[in-house]
């Protein structure tokens, strides 16, 4: 599937998932931009071409094909199942359980089985290492791992991305934005939370 970067940008600003601005993230940090994943999640349509795009990527990547896709709760599992079935593979779901990820309702992974995990945004790494810890306590291969967007600040892991944002932010007293007097917003309510 061929589609250039700034198309998928396009489309990541269309739908919303892909704000421009000044926000303040979770970790009370600020930043220039924001996604919201759940903007491509909440249109079947769309979380398809883009599971299309990590399959292209997947395939142009990955010299073996795995035998199986995981998908990290919430938006890995809806991505994860669309990616396992136009490769036509089965599909394993990791539900959060005690802060960690854990593998319910009969799941399995086998030993020696080449698995691929598939999840939403990257951004601290946190929530990949954790599907990670689960698939090698299963002695499972990890074979590769691909994010819809990648926006980690430094690149420590080998990780597939639709869309790579280095995700520049900043402590309050060093925020490029607040010293413009940019009004700052919650990313999450879209309220305005500091005129300036
Ligand atoms: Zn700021």
Do not use: W
Not at 24 to 52: C, D, G, M, V
Not at 66 to 78: K, Q, R, S
Not at 124 to 129: A, D, E, H, R, V
């Amino acid at each position: 599937m061929d589609i250039s970067k700034s198309e998928i940008e396009r489309l990541l600003l269309n739908l919303g998932v892909l704000k421009k601005g000044h926000f303040i993230l979770t970790s009370k940090r600020h930043s220039s931009f924001y996604f919201e994943k759940f903007r491509i999640l909440e249109q079947p349509h769309y979380a398809s071409l883009f599971a299309q795009i990590m399959v292209s990527k997947l395939k142009t990547n990955l010299k073996v094909m795995p035998d199986l896709i995981c998908g990290p709760a919430t938006g890995g599992m809806i991505l994860a199942f669309e990616v396992a079935r136009i490769l036509q593979l089965p599909c394993i779901y990791l539900e959060k359980k005690d802060g960690l990820f854990a593998l319910l309702r009969g799941m399995n992974i086998n030993p020696g089985q080449k698995v691929v995990i598939v999840d939403d945004v990257l951004t601290t790494g946190k929530s990949l290492y954790l599907a990670k810890q689960v698939i090698n306590e299963k002695q499972g291969i990890i074979q590769g791992q691909v994010v819809l967007i990648d926006r980690r600040t430094k690149a420590d892991q080998d990780v597939i991305s639709v869309y790579k944002a280095a995700g520049e932010d900043y402590s309050e007293d060093k925020c490029p934005m607040c010293k413009q007097k940019i009004p700052l917003t919650d990313p999450k309510t879209g309220k305005i939370i500091k005129r300036s």
